[in-house]
């Protein structure tokens, strides 16, 4: 029996019902981070029950009295520094008391509830993230909706837009120690535009040099939407709409703000600026002083447009 005990890591207590003083063997004692004695009065090993378990400990062992059956009761205590989840079972009713005395059994069942809390936190997080999809995606429906003239138009440029999310979101990986999710600038964006890099015979025809930064989940969502807008806008009508065209992404920060900057050339000449209050444009704006706190200037060199995007340091990582 007591190898058996051992093998299961089972702490044993007796409880006498009459004097509440609990009776433990060294394991359970281990377990609470308590020096061996005979006896433990009832209140002294409540005072180590986290005070959040406390009174809801308490009923429900003077509960056991009047209810038939095994019952299983889980807890926090403090064993020092540590915080550890204790599982007390045993039967209820006084089914198998001698002489005033119940018993029972310790089960340390922290890594148990440790799982059970990653698992909580991991579907709270999908059901988070999938409600922002799909806020997004309805945001942009109704968006292409309004800036498209067929029902063929719409679809192609909702998929392009939902593309580039999708692709946004691949990157976006669990950092180690808990630190929260993250892509880097230079991967999001290099994926981003990889579908226009092989337009026309020319190769290589986009290049990006940032520096190493990591992008947090909003914020690869807004760049990822930014960035499609200003590639297909020049897919009509800028560099990347001859097969001659470049665009060059460059980066430059200080003690606040990330500096990004989008330069065309080598393509159509340019005569003045364009329309800029199309439905891109207005989302464009919107997404980056909301979410970045940041603004997007337009340069119209005759070269070809150069775009400088502002965002605050401190959001990259959101």
Do not use: C
């Not at 915080?83 to 310790?106: N, P």
């Not at 806020?135 to 309004?146: E, P, Q, Y």
């Not at 138009?153 to 669990?174: C, I, K």
């Not at 003045?272 to 919107?286: A, E, Q, T, V």
């Amino acid at each position: 029996m007591r190898l058996a005990i051992n093998a299961a890591s089972v702490a044993l207590w007796s409880w006498q019902v009459d004097t509440d003083q609990f009776t433990m063997d060294e394991r359970a004692f281990g377990l609470w981070g308590l020096p061996w004695s005979r006896e433990v009065a009832f209140e002294d090993l409540s005072a180590h029950i986290h005070p959040a378990d406390r009174d809801r400990v308490r009923a429900a062992f003077t509960a056991t009295r009047s209810v038939a059956g095994p019952y299983e009761i889980d807890f926090r205590i403090m064993a020092g520094d540590d915080v550890r989840w204790i599982s007390a079972r045993g039967q209820g009713a006084d089914e198998g008391i001698v002489d005033g005395v119940m018993f029972g059994i310790f089960l340390d069942v922290t890594q148990r509830k440790q799982a059970e809390e990653a698992h909580e936190l991991l579907a709270g997080e999908m059901s988070h993230r999938v409600k922002n999809l799909l806020a997004i995606a309805g945001g942009l429906t109704r968006i292409t909706a309004n800036s498209t003239t067929t029902a063929a138009e719409m679809a192609q440029a909702l998929t392009e837009r939902l593309t580039a999310l999708g692709r946004a979101h691949d990157l976006v990986r669990p950092l180690p120690g808990n630190e929260g999710k993250a892509a880097l600038l230079g991967d999001l964006i290099s994926v981003l535009l990889a579908p226009y890099d092989d337009v026309g015979a020319f190769a290589s025809r986009v290049r990006v040099a940032v520096p190493r930064m990591g992008v947090g989940e909003r914020t690869a969502t807004t760049l990822a939407l930014v960035i499609h807008e200003m590639a297909t806008n020049s897919v009509k009508h800028g560099a990347l709409s001859s097969d001659l065209g470049m665009l060059d992404i460059s980066s430059t920060t200080d003690d606040r703000d990330v500096f990004l900057v989008w330069a065309e050339t080598g393509g159509p000449a340019i005569s003045g600026p364009p329309d800029m209050h199309g439905f891109g444009s207005k989302l464009i704006s919107r997404s980056v002083a909301h979410d970045l706190e940041g603004e997007l200037s337009y340069d119209w060199q005759e070269s070809g447009l150069v775009a400088t995007l502002r965002m605050r340091k401190d959001r990259l990582g959101a």
